[in-house]
């Protein structure tokens, strides 16, 4: 298992927007071979970036995911914010998932 971890810096004046992208989000990737779950995780200090978190069966379903239409839809239909809204570019990460004391 693989999570993809998409660090977004927000402008606290954009951060309420921000959040209802993803409330409202299209969830076209729900439905995707591979896919297990998402998390958007809120800043705690000022000056941090929101961490959009979603955890993949393989890199290559996360993969499959980006070059489907169905990414396509679901940024498009996202509504995206101005480009003032943030405060950096984002950083993308991939992370293998160790396994638990308990896995076979």
Do not use: C
């Not at 004046?13 to 297990?36: H, I, Q, S």
């Not at 998402?38 to 996360?62: C, D, H, K, M």
């Not at 996202?78 to 984002?90: D, Q, T």
């Amino acid at each position: 298992m693989i999570t993809v971890m998409n660090r977004i810096p927000v402008k606290a004046e954009y951060a309420e927007a921000f959040e209802a992208r993803f409330r409202d989000r299209a969830r076209l990737v729900d439905g995707m071979p591979g896919f297990v779950r998402n998390e958007v995780l809120r800043p705690t200090q000022p000056g941090q970036p929101y961490i959009v978190l979603t955890y993949w069966e393989s890199r290559e379903a996360f993969e499959a995911w980006t070059a489907s239409d169905a990414f396509r839809e679901g940024h498009a239909r996202s509504g995206s914010l101005p480009r003032e809204a943030f405060a950096g570019r984002n950083e993308l990460e991939v992370h293998e998932v160790l396994p638990g004391p308990d896995a076979g």
